[in-house]
Structures are given as C-alpha cells and as structure tokens.
C-alpha cells in the first residue's frame, strides 16, 4: 500500500491532522494501537481554547461543539477558602470553552471518511532519514507495509515514533513532580457555573464539568497512590476540605462513573523533524494538566503541521516543513511555562516548606490585586495567538 502521510496514533492529534490532511486532498492513513472504544474511553482533557474550536471549525466537525460546548467567561481561584475570579471576557474579551476531549475525538472519528486502521500491532516508522520511508504494523498475525512521503507521530508520550528517533538526535527537557491528580466523573450538576482552581495546605483540588448534568473533580494525591484507596466517601470528604465553604456546600456528591490518577509531568523533546519524521501533541511534550494545555497544544501543533505536508505535498514547497519544529517550539516552550507557573503556584510541594507556602500567598495575592497580573494570567489561559 501507498499513501501520502502515514500517521501514527489516533488520539485527538492524529485524528485531527488526518481530517485537515483529507479536507486538502491529501492522502493519509492512520495506524491506532486500541481499539476505538478504548480510545474514547480515555477521560482526560475539558477546556477548549478558541484555536482550538477554530480548527474544528476547519474540520467541519463542530456542529455538536456549537450545540453543546459550554462557553466559559472566567475562572475562580481559591487560596486557602479565599477567593478571585479571573474574568476573562471584562479582561481581554476572550472566553474558553467546557467540552470535552471524549466527545472531540468522537466528532473527529465521526467526520473521517477515510478508514483508521484499529488495533495495528507493533508499528514500526522505517527509512524516514532517506527519501522513501514506510511503516510497518501487524494485524491479525499478518505484517503489513505502508509507503508514504512523509509519517506523523501523533501516538502520545509513550507512543514508538520519538523511540524510533536515535537518542543522540535528541535532547529531553524534562520535570516530574511528586503528586498526580485524582479524578472523578460523576453525573451531578456542577458545584460552580465556572471551573473552581483551589489551593489548601492539604493540597490541591480542581471542579470541573463536562455538561449542566456532568461535573469532573480533581484533588492532588502523592506519586504512588493506589487509586482503590480512594472510595467515593473519603474523595467527596476529601474534596470538602479543600475548597471554600460556600462552595463546599454546593457540592453535590454521587457515585463515580470513572476514578482514575494521572501523574503530573512536564516534558519537551526537541527537535521535532527527523527526516520525513515529524513528532507532535503528546509524543512530542507534556505539561502538567493545570493549565488545561495538552489538549490544546497538541491541536495547534497539528495546525502547523498539516499546513506544512499540504504545501510540501500539493505545492511541492519545504518551506512549511523546514519551519514546523522551531515554530511549533516556540509555542510549546510558552505553555510549558504556564502550566509550570500554574501548577507551581497551586501545588503544596512538601519541600519547599513555610517559606514555599508564604511565597505562593504572596503570588496569589499579587494576583487578586493586580489588573496585569491577571490580564496575564487569562491571555495564556484562553490561548496565546499562534
Ligand atoms: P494521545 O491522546 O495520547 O493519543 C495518542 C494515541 O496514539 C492513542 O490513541 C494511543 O493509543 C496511540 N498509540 C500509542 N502508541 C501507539 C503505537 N505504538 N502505535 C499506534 N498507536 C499508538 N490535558 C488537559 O488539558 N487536561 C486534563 O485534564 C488532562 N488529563 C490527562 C490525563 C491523562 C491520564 C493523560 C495521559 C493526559 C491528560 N491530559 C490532559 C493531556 C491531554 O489529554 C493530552 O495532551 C492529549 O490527549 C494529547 O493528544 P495526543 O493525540 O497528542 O495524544
Ligand atoms: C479539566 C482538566 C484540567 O487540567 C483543567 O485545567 C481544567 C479542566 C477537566 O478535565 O475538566
């Protein structure tokens, strides 16, 4: 078989890049590890910026985003049972939007004419530093190969596209912090009509939502916390405690519908082009979920990159693909240093003891008293421009 673009990885990075790909008259196949139930099993990002809804837009799949993302004016932070709200439509005239990764990537499989290939084994990217690259994958015991210009590693931080690339042609930046966050989707009205980011000497806690009838919470726990620890009492318990009690007291609590723990990272490998090898969204960086970037930042990489491998494909110009990493990088680094800034602020970080904690008061106090802080804070926030 032959294509243009072999993607690897049908998350919402790849799906996204082969529907943009497809709307331009570019062939692509994508290779997907799991099985699509499995991948729209995954809950995971909520906030969506307005690149993002744009590039839906562009993929002509967002008329259920339209119908059902819930547009959000502002965030409210509390420190310690104090509270502020960044309100980002008085600030800067912007607004972010409530939906989903889950429903994302169900409108973008739903839009793709084209066959994703589900539950390719063993996915190989071969020859990228020459001119003829292919991949190869198993499938019911049978190894298959795919011939193409060019192959996209959109398969997430542990996927095999940034493995494939030899160690000494990269360089990883990379934190870890000692905490993850614990989640919890539950179908209960939302405690707060806009997202709550709350900081407690116990730790942090997140409300969030998915729909009017649909709230997704989060409290930090440390690295190695085992999930069956959590039943549903002692995380709605512990939810309490670290929220204001005016909002604590609008909480309404039900069982789970899914509890899971992501750790927290923050990761960059750089470059991004190997070849005809370019890698992006998580398979390329990670940042800790407290900026709501991920998701975000994988869709603006995509952005770049499929405009990149259409001009190389129809215009036969490498302008677009000479370019893709320092461009994309330069965003990415910015993110990074966001998500870095709000974890940094909301966290407790054991180890930094009484004079961490002070300095993270003092930051919060700046920002409730500083019009320019908080311009900052919704700017990056609802989306830095490309
Ligand atoms: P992914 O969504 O990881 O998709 C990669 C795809 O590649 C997957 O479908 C995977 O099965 C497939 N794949 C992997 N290896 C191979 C292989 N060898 N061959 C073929 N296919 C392969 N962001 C937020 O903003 N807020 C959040 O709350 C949040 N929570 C998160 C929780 C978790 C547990 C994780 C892991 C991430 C979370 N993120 C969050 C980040 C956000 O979800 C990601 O940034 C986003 O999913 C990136 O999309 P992607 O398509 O690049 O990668
Ligand atoms: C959600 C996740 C985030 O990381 C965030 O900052 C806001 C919302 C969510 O899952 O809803």
Same mark, same amino acid.
């Given at each position: 078989?032959?294509?243009?673009?072999?993607?690897?990885?049908?998350?919402?990075?790849?799906?996204?890049?082969?529907?943009?790909?497809?709307?331009?008259?570019?062939?692509?196949?994508?290779?997907?590890?799991?099985?699509?139930?499995?991948?729209?099993?995954?809950?995971?990002?909520?906030?969506?910026?307005?690149?993002?809804?744009?590039?839906?837009?562009?993929?002509?799949?967002?008329?259920?985003?339209?119908?059902?993302?819930?547009?959000?004016?502002?965030?409210?932070?509390?420190?310690?049972?104090?509270?502020?709200?960044?309100?980002?439509?008085?600030?800067?005239?912007?607004?972010?939007?409530?939906?989903?990764?889950?429903?994302?990537?169900?409108?973008?499989?739903?839009?793709?004419?084209?066959?994703?290939?589900?539950?390719?084994?063993?996915?190989?990217?071969?020859?990228?530093?020459?001119?003829?690259?292919?991949?190869?994958?198993?499938?019911?015991?049978?190894?298959?190969?795919?011939?193409?210009?060019?192959?996209?590693?959109?398969?997430?931080?542990?996927?095999?596209?940034?493995?494939?690339?030899?160690?000494?042609?990269?360089?990883?930046?990379?934190?870890?912090?000692?905490?993850?966050?614990?989640?919890?989707?539950?179908?209960?009205?939302?405690?707060?009509?806009?997202?709550?980011?709350?900081?407690?000497?116990?730790?942090?806690?997140?409300?969030?939502?998915?729909?009017?009838?649909?709230?997704?919470?989060?409290?930090?726990?440390?690295?190695?916390?085992?999930?069956?620890?959590?039943?549903?009492?002692?995380?709605?318990?512990?939810?309490?405690?670290?929220?204001?009690?005016?909002?604590?007291?609008?909480?309404?609590?039900?069982?789970?519908?899914?509890?899971?723990?992501?750790?927290?990272?923050?990761?960059?490998?750089?470059?991004?082009?190997?070849?005809?090898?370019?890698?992006?969204?998580?398979?390329? !960086?990670?940042? %800790?979920? *407290? +900026? &709501?970037? @991920?998701?975000?930042?994988?869709? #603006?990489?995509?952005?770049? =990159?499929?405009?990149?491998?259409?001009?190389?494909?129809?215009?036969?110009?490498?302008?677009?693909?000479?370019?893709?990493?320092?461009?994309?990088?330069?965003?990415?680094?910015?993110?990074?240093?966001?998500?870095?800034?709000?974890?940094?602020?909301? !966290?407790?970080? %054991?180890? *930094? +003891? &009484?004079? @961490?904690?002070?300095?993270?008061? #003092?930051?919060?106090?700046? =920002?409730?008293?500083?019009?320019?802080?908080?311009?900052?804070?919704?700017?990056?926030?609802?989306?830095?421009?490309?």
């Amino acid at each position: 078989m032959r294509t243009n673009v072999v993607i690897i990885g049908a998350g919402p990075a790849g799906l996204m890049l082969g529907r943009l790909l497809e709307l331009a008259g570019v062939d692509a196949v994508i290779l997907e590890r799991k099985n699509p139930d499995y991948v729209l099993g995954r809950i995971r990002a909520g906030v969506l910026e307005q690149g993002t809804i744009d590039l839906m837009d562009r993929a002509e799949a967002s008329t259920r985003l339209h119908a059902e993302g819930l547009i959000h004016h502002g965030i409210d932070f509390s420190f310690d049972g104090d509270r502020q709200r960044i309100d980002f439509s008085a600030l800067i005239g912007r607004h972010v939007m409530v939906y989903g990764q889950t429903e994302v990537t169900r409108d973008l499989m739903n839009a793709r004419k084209a066959p994703t290939i589900y539950e390719a084994e063993d996915v190989e990217p071969h020859d990228f530093d020459g001119k003829s690259p292919y991949v190869t994958y198993k499938q019911g015991g049978t190894t298959h190969r795919i011939d193409c210009d060019y192959i996209a590693g959109c398969d997430g931080f542990r996927g095999v596209s940034r493995q494939s690339v030899p160690q000494s042609a990269l360089t990883l930046y990379e934190r870890t912090y000692p905490f993850g966050w614990l989640g919890i989707l539950v179908d209960k009205p939302p405690v707060a009509g806009e997202l709550v980011y709350a900081h407690h000497e116990r730790g942090f806690a997140l409300c969030s939502q998915r729909s009017p009838t649909r709230s997704r919470y989060y409290v930090q726990v440390p690295v190695d916390e085992n999930v069956e620890a959590w039943s549903d009492t002692r995380f709605w318990d512990e939810l309490r405690l670290r929220l204001s009690p005016e909002t604590a007291e609008n909480l309404q609590t039900g069982p789970s519908i899914e509890k899971s723990i992501a750790p927290l990272r923050s990761f960059v490998a750089e470059p991004l082009r190997f070849g005809r090898l370019f890698l992006a969204g998580d398979a390329a !960086h990670i940042v %800790p979920p *407290t +900026g &709501a970037k @991920g998701l975000n930042l994988a869709m #603006s990489d995509v952005a770049t =990159l499929a405009d990149a491998l259409i001009e190389a494909t129809i215009e036969k110009s490498n302008a677009g693909v000479n370019a893709y990493s320092a461009k994309v990088l330069q965003r990415i680094w910015k993110a990074e240093r966001f998500s870095w800034w709000m974890t940094s602020l909301l !966290h407790t970080f %054991p180890e *930094t +003891g &009484a004079f @961490g904690r002070r300095i993270q008061r #003092s930051e919060f106090d700046y =920002l409730c008293g500083s019009q320019a802080a908080q311009q900052s804070l919704a700017e990056n926030y609802t989306g830095l421009p490309s």
